[in-house]
């Protein structure tokens, strides 16, 4: 069985940074490509940064880039993202999800910015 | 970016009823490799997303026959033939063709 655990939300201050994980089991976590996806609350789904299965490739929304850091540790079944320069904007719950087609998905953390 | 937008914001249905919802896309979703990356989820209330369909009308292993998906270039649905009471939440298109990745703004299902 799939599973995905993210860890790693909590409230932090603006301007601050933090490291969300998340936890694969239950398929070859190093043949898929692996993303993050935040959900605001009470809004829709935004898509925030992909990397490719070797870690190789990474992409970024727009409104992430240059602030987050997408990677993996595929000996640990993990992937990461390193985010700083947070802003009240960037508070949601963050997903990880498998494959380049998001087949399955976490349970979520939920990263609050606020002073 | 590609922008995906999705028709009816809310859809009140009778139990036992088809629903139908829209989603339409600024550009053409089909690839260069030849496959339109037009994917369909469900969240219900107080979950993660699932998804229900993916390159149009494929559904995925444990999807209710009920659900379908259909379109092509700009134009896509999603159709249940019968809403169950679980069936309840918000649905989302997604285009994986372009980047970045874009999600439709959601169609909230509810029971008349």
């Known amino acids: 069985e799939v599973q995905l655990v993210e860890s790693g939300g909590v409230v932090v201050q603006p301007g601050g940074s933090l490291r969300l994980s998340c936890a694969a089991s239950g398929f070859t976590f190093d043949d898929y490509a692996m993303h993050w996806v935040r959900q605001a609350p009470g809004k829709g789904l935004e898509w925030v940064s992909l990397i490719s299965w070797d870690g190789g490739s990474t992409y970024y929304a727009d409104s992430v880039k240059g602030r987050f850091t997408i990677s993996r540790d595929n000996s640990k079944n993990s992937l990461y993202l390193q985010m700083n320069s947070l802003r009240a904007e960037d508070t949601a719950l963050y997903y990880c999800?498998?494959?380049?087609?998001?087949?399955?998905w976490g349970q979520g953390t939920l990263v609050t910015v606020s002073s | 970016d590609v922008v995906m937008t999705q028709s009816p914001l809310s859809l009140p249905v009778t139990l036992g009823q088809p629903a139908s919802i829209s989603c339409r896309s600024s550009?053409?979703?089909?690839?260069?490799?030849?496959?339109?990356?037009l994917n369909w989820f469900q969240q219900r209330p107080g979950q993660s997303p699932r998804r229900l369909i993916y390159k149009v009308s494929n559904r995925d292993s444990g999807v209710p026959d009920r659900f379908s998906g259909s379109g092509s270039g700009t134009d896509f649905t999603l159709k249940i033939s019968r809403v169950e009471a679980e069936d309840v939440g918000v649905y989302y298109c997604m285009q994986g063709t372009h980047w970045p990745l874009t999600f439709g703004g959601g169609t909230k299902v509810e029971i008349k």
């Open positions: 999800a498998k494959d380049a087609m998001l087949d399955y």
């Open positions: 550009q053409s979703l089909v690839h260069s490799d030849g496959n339109t990356y």
